[in-house]
């Protein structure tokens, strides 16, 4: 076999291995999503919790529901740009709730709001004032390796950094974010189908399906590979 022949097999080889890495990392996000249902399905069912402003460890609350009352941050709400509902862009709208009796605050995600038309043009979403009561789901945000310098007080925003908010703000956060289910007023335009809302971010199915499209990757370049060494050896030996 000639160099270019070796450094060619090298190189298939190479992009087997990456495919079939993608594809296995592929099922590993599909059973975190499958873990992830499970859980959110049984601590929905456990009683209701109250968040009075203590110190609170993120995961032993997550996805559970959760009761609060408090005051908005009124100048501290912000939308997260980059969420679609029913194929429709928009933004989830979040401001800080500082929990009465406390000197904590926690980032409550009130809900969804569509984009507009002119992208430029921001909507204005009004911020309920006085001691307000509400209840809602725990969602810990995730983790973001890498991030593009963003302004803690603008008005759009593209990730939740809760360390960040809490500078702004001058307030400790909770280490989570409430997803509002209730309380405040129901028409406010707010959108809280959170079911369709997230339906995209936890369904393992659409990881098997990216999978199933890397293994059958690695085997097209494995078969292609098979077939032309077969093919090269018949050319040989029909040579000698």
């Known amino acids: 076999m000639s160099r270019s022949s070796w450094f060619a097999s090298g190189l298939l080889f190479s992009m087997v291995a990456l495919f079939l890495w993608l594809g296995f990392w592929q099922l590993e996000r599909a059973g975190q999503k499958e873990q992830a249902v499970i859980e959110r399905?049984?601590?929905?069912?456990?009683?209701?919790?109250?968040?009075?402003?203590?110190?609170?460890?993120?995961?032993?609350?997550?996805?559970?529901?959760?009761?609060?009352?408090?005051?908005?941050?009124?100048?501290?709400?912000?939308?997260?740009?980059?969420?679609?509902?029913?194929?429709?862009?928009?933004?989830?709208?979040?401001?800080?709730?500082?929990?009465?009796?406390?000197?904590?605050?926690?980032?409550?995600?009130?809900?969804?709001?569509?984009?507009?038309?002119?992208?430029?043009?921001?909507?204005?979403?009004?911020?309920?004032?006085?001691?307000?009561?509400?209840?809602?789901?725990?969602?810990?945000?995730?983790?973001?390796?890498?991030?593009?310098?963003?302004d803690a007080d603008a008005e759009l925003r593209l990730y939740i950094d809760l360390e960040k908010i809490g500078e702004s703000v001058g307030v400790e956060m909770l280490p989570f974010v409430v997803r509002q289910q209730s309380g405040l007023d129901s028409e406010d335009g707010l959108i809280r189908e959170w079911g369709q809302l997230e339906q995209k971010d936890s369904d393992p199915v659409m990881h098997y399906g990216y999978a199933l499209q890397w293994f059958a990757f690695a085997l097209l370049l494995v078969g292609g590979w098979v077939a032309v060494v077969v093919k090269q050896r018949k050319e040989d030996s029909v040579e000698n």
């Open 41 to 150: 399905e049984d601590r929905g069912d456990d009683a209701l919790f109250k968040l009075t402003g203590s110190e609170v460890d993120a995961e032993q609350v997550r996805y559970r529901q959760v009761g609060l009352q408090g005051e908005f941050l009124e100048d501290s709400q912000f939308l997260l740009d980059n969420r679609k509902h029913k194929r429709v862009a928009g933004y989830y709208v979040m401001v800080p709730m500082r929990i009465e009796g406390s000197s904590r605050a926690v980032l409550v995600n009130r809900g969804w709001i569509a984009q507009g038309n002119n992208r430029k043009i921001l909507p204005h979403i009004e911020v309920p004032s006085g001691l307000q009561h509400l209840n809602g789901v725990v969602r810990v945000p995730k983790s973001h390796g890498f991030r593009l310098g963003e």
